[in-house]
């Protein structure tokens, strides 16, 4: 392969938008990595938020990859949320992948071709270029169109301080101008190999444009100097995005899709080798991210070997796992580990665990949560929800924040009162009175066997063999 294309295009950032954790700022630790109690909307969980800090602060120095961690606790511990905390200290220039286990399974692709994909996604390619760019305050656009409008040409004209230069406009030309609605009193710049345009603001000249403009617009000072000039550009791209837009079947349009398919094996070779060569010519440094996989315990024991091996190569991000599993089933096997997770797999993790929440972090991040949805808590509302959350779990009482700001809405009022808790208490049941439910009216429900309740939901033979830690291998 004589070239390979890293996008020109702006790189494709795929933020994660979960409702559920969007008060998650970053783990809100001090410069000491010492936790704060309550900052940037987390709360309590110390050690574990400690423990996240330190492992970011080895990503971002590059001392962590191909390294994994396991993020163990009980449900509504926020084993999630710091995984966000996470990817929020992380920057954007350091790939974060979110998967959950159960998404291996069923994407339109093998297993391990998933997994692949997702290391890949989490491995950025710092790329140094040096580019071509014209820079200048545009001061007149004129276009042409032919009569039947299928051909347009036109005339730019651009300026610094210093001179003015009118270029010819093509096809291609004119569509972006018109995709950035760039207008006279632009500042851009033009990528003279991609022919991207990029808008830098308006010029400090036309700031009595103002009213009209809107208060987001950027003013920005017209350039001095040459208009044409060399720029170093620094741009990351994941592993993956270049197998994507270098994979002849698919092209970059796949990454706006999200429709890869499977991306031959080959090609990643190819990738590989030129990405080395980058490295070599300094050209390139490679970014391993982070790989976060919800859910652990939902991979099967084709995925954990895959996990085991792919760890161990040269291009491997971290790798962070969570479970809420105690000792249960490894999915594919008839054996008992702790967390579902093989043995050799086990072996080579970092354990941070996730402790319930005592009331007062409780009642904080309810609290915190409230402001995010809006909703307005009388003080005793939230002392009963506190109690609910408790209880039951945090995540119930943190939905049912939602739901009784709606009764309090039904009634007209602004904030939510005792009585709307209340009534939505009695209209959504948690899970321990939906358990004690079912075993009330076992006979009315079809069920695979007459154990509720348990924290496996896979079943597994009575007397199935249990493997310790001190088992050297599961397979034996
Ligand atoms: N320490 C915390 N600070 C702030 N919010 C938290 C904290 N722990 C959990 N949450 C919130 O509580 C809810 C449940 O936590 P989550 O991270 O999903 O639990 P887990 O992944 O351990 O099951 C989420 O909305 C999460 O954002
Ligand atoms: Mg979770």
Same mark, same amino acid.
Request: aromatic share 4%; with cysteine; hydrophobic share 40%.
């Given at each position: 392969?004589?070239? &390979?294309?890293?996008?020109?295009?702006?790189?494709?950032?795929?933020?994660?938008?979960?409702?559920?954790?969007?008060?998650?700022?970053?783990?809100?630790?001090?410069e000491?990595?010492?936790? =704060?109690?309550?900052?940037?909307?987390?709360?309590?969980?110390? /050690?574990?938020?400690?423990?996240a800090? #330190?492992?970011?602060?080895?990503?971002?120095?590059?001392?962590?990859?191909?390294?994994?961690?396991?993020?163990?606790?009980p449900? /509504?511990?926020?084993?999630?949320?710091?995984?966000?905390?996470?990817?929020?200290?992380?920057?954007?220039?350091?790939?974060?992948?979110?998967?959950?286990?159960? +998404?291996?399974?069923?994407?339109?692709? @093998?297993?391990?071709?998933?997994?692949t994909?997702?290391?890949? =996604?989490?491995?950025? #390619?710092?790329?140094?270029?040096?580019?071509?760019?014209?820079?200048?305050?545009?001061v007149?656009?004129?276009?042409?169109?032919?009569?039947?409008?299928?051909?347009k040409?036109?005339?730019?004209? %651009? $300026?610094?301080?210093?001179?003015?230069?009118?270029?010819?406009?093509?096809?291609?030309?004119?569509?972006?101008?018109?995709?950035?609605?760039?207008?006279?009193?632009? %500042?851009?710049?033009?990528? $003279?190999?991609s022919?991207?345009?990029t *808008?830098?603001?308006?010029?400090?000249?036309?700031?009595?444009?103002?009213?009209?403009?809107?208060?987001?617009? $950027?003013?920005?000072?017209?350039?001095?100097?040459?208009?044409?000039?060399?720029?170093?550009?620094v741009?990351?791209? @994941?592993?993956?995005?270049?197998? %994507?837009?270098? /994979?002849?079947?698919?092209?970059?349009?796949?990454?706006?899709? !999200?429709?890869?398919? +499977?991306? $031959?094996?080959?090609?990643?070779?190819?990738?590989?080798?030129?990405?080395?060569?980058?490295?070599?010519?300094?050209?390139?440094?490679?970014?391993?991210?982070?790989?976060?996989?919800?859910?652990?315990?939902?991979?099967?024991?084709?995925?954990?070997?895959?996990?085991?091996?792919?760890?161990?190569?040269?291009?491997?991000?971290?790798?962070?796992?969570? @479970?809420? =599993?105690? &000792?249960?089933?490894?999915?594919?096997?008839?054996?008992?580990?702790?967390? !579902?997770?093989?043995?050799?797999?086990?072996?080579r993790?970092? &354990?941070?665990?996730?402790?319930?929440?005592?009331?007062?972090?409780?009642? +904080?991040?309810?609290?915190?949560?409230?402001?995010? +949805?809006?909703?307005?808590l *009388?003080?005793?509302?939230?002392?009963?929800?506190?109690?609910?959350?408790a209880?039951? @779990?945090?995540?119930?009482?943190i939905?049912?924040?939602?739901?009784?700001?709606?009764?309090?809405? =039904?009634?007209?009022?602004?904030?939510?009162?005792?009585?709307?808790?209340?009534?939505?208490?009695?209209l959504?049941?948690?899970?321990?009175?939906s358990?004690?439910?079912?075993?009330?009216?076992?006979?009315?429900?079809?069920?695979?066997?007459?154990?509720?309740?348990?924290?496996? #939901?896979?079943?597994?033979?009575?007397?199935?063999?249990?493997?310790?830690?001190?088992?050297?291998?599961?397979?034996?």
């Amino acid at each position: 392969m004589a070239q &390979i294309t890293t996008s020109t295009e702006n790189t494709i950032q795929t933020l994660e938008r979960i409702g559920s954790h969007s008060h998650v700022k970053g783990l809100g630790l001090d410069e000491r990595l010492e936790p =704060r109690q309550n900052a940037q909307g987390m709360v309590g969980q110390k /050690s574990a938020r400690k423990a996240a800090g #330190v492992i970011v602060k080895m990503v971002q120095e590059g001392k962590i990859a191909g390294r994994a961690i396991l993020m163990a606790g009980p449900p /509504s511990t926020g084993k999630t949320a710091i995984a966000m905390g996470m990817a929020q200290t992380l920057g954007s220039d350091v790939p974060f992948t979110m998967l959950s286990a159960s +998404e291996v399974f069923s994407l339109e692709m @093998s297993k391990t071709e998933a997994l692949t994909q997702a290391f890949r =996604r989490s491995i950025g #390619v710092r790329i140094r270029e040096e580019a071509e760019v014209v820079e200048g305050e545009v001061v007149e656009i004129q276009i042409d169109r032919s009569l039947t409008g299928a051909t347009k040409t036109g005339k730019l004209t %651009v $300026k610094t301080t210093d001179m003015e230069t009118i270029y010819e406009l093509g096809n291609k030309m004119i569509d972006s101008l018109q995709k950035e609605k760039v207008t006279a009193g632009d %500042v851009i710049a033009i990528d $003279k190999a991609s022919g991207r345009i990029t *808008k830098l603001g308006r010029s400090f000249t036309r700031a009595r444009d103002y009213d009209a403009m809107g208060s987001d617009t $950027k003013f920005v000072q017209c350039p001095e100097g040459e208009l044409q000039r060399r720029k170093d550009v620094v741009h990351t791209v @994941s592993l993956h995005e270049i197998d %994507v837009i270098n /994979s002849r079947t698919q092209g970059f349009l796949a990454l706006f899709a !999200g429709d890869t398919g +499977e991306i $031959k094996p080959e090609l990643r070779d190819q990738i590989n080798t030129k990405v080395g060569e980058w490295r070599e010519e300094g050209k390139a440094d490679i970014v391993p991210g982070v790989l976060f996989i919800d859910e652990v315990h939902m991979l099967d024991i084709e995925c954990f070997s895959f996990l085991n091996r792919a760890l161990e190569s040269e291009l491997a991000p971290l790798v962070i796992m969570a @479970s809420n =599993r105690g &000792i249960t089933r490894i999915r594919g096997t008839r054996f008992r580990s702790p967390h !579902g997770l093989p043995i050799d797999l086990l072996d080579r993790v970092l &354990i941070v665990s996730t402790k319930p929440y005592e009331q007062e972090d409780i009642k +904080e991040i309810l609290q915190i949560r409230a402001q995010e +949805e809006e909703v307005t808590l *009388k003080p005793e509302a939230l002392e009963v929800l506190t109690r609910m959350g408790a209880e039951t @779990s945090l995540r119930y009482a943190i939905n049912l924040i939602t739901t009784a700001s709606l009764a309090a809405k =039904r009634r007209k009022a602004d904030a939510v009162e005792v009585a709307d808790v209340r009534r939505v208490y009695n209209l959504f049941v948690d899970e321990k009175r939906s358990v004690q439910y079912l075993r009330e009216h076992a006979e009315q429900f079809m069920s695979e066997t007459d154990d509720f309740g348990g924290k496996e #939901v896979d079943g597994l033979a009575p007397g199935a063999p249990v493997v310790g830690i001190s088992h050297t291998s599961i397979l034996a």
